[in-house]
Nanobody, 128 residues
Framework: QVQLVESGGGLVQAGGSLRLSCAASGGTFSSYAMGWFRQAPGKEREFAAAISWSGGTTYYSDSVRGRFSTSRDNAKNTVYLQMNRLKPEDTAVYYC?????????????????????WGQGTQVTVSS
């Protein structure tokens, strides 16, 4: 069983930055693709970013590309989401997730059904 715990959320002004962390325990973190999803009030959960098991490949949704960056440290069993130039529309609960089966391409990484384990989420609020 893999447990994921997000941290780093909070309240920030538009244009500011936050760095989310997701610490994993159990399982074999270094073999999992990791994704970041977000869900705003009244909206469906949406894909934000993902990173391959090695960290060599990353994917971003159009809404965050160029502003967000994901990375991982397999020695620390942790994945990160650096969020810059935040906008009020980035306000949401952010979740990290682990894909324990082979994943390839944006269509896989961006599909929440491909992920087996999920964290509890961390709130990000961007004020205007």
């Amino acid at each position: 069983q893999v447990q994921l715990v997000e941290s780093g959320g909070g309240l920030v002004q538009a244009g500011g930055s936050l760095r989310l962390s997701c610490a994993a325990s159990g399982g074999t973190f270094s073999s999992y693709a990791m994704g970041w999803f977000r869900q705003a009030p009244g909206k469906e959960r949406e894909f934000a970013a993902a990173i391959s098991w090695s960290g060599g490949t990353t994917y971003y949704s159009d809404s965050v590309r160029g502003r967000f960056s994901t990375s991982r440290d397999n020695a620390k069993n942790t994945v990160y989401l650096q969020m810059n130039r935040l906008k009020p529309e980035d306000t949401a609960v952010y979740y990290c997730a682990a894909a324990t089966y082979y994943c390839s391409g944006y269509g896989c990484y961006g599909d929440s059904h491909e992920y087996t384990y999920w964290g509890q989420g961390t709130q990000v609020t961007v004020s205007s």
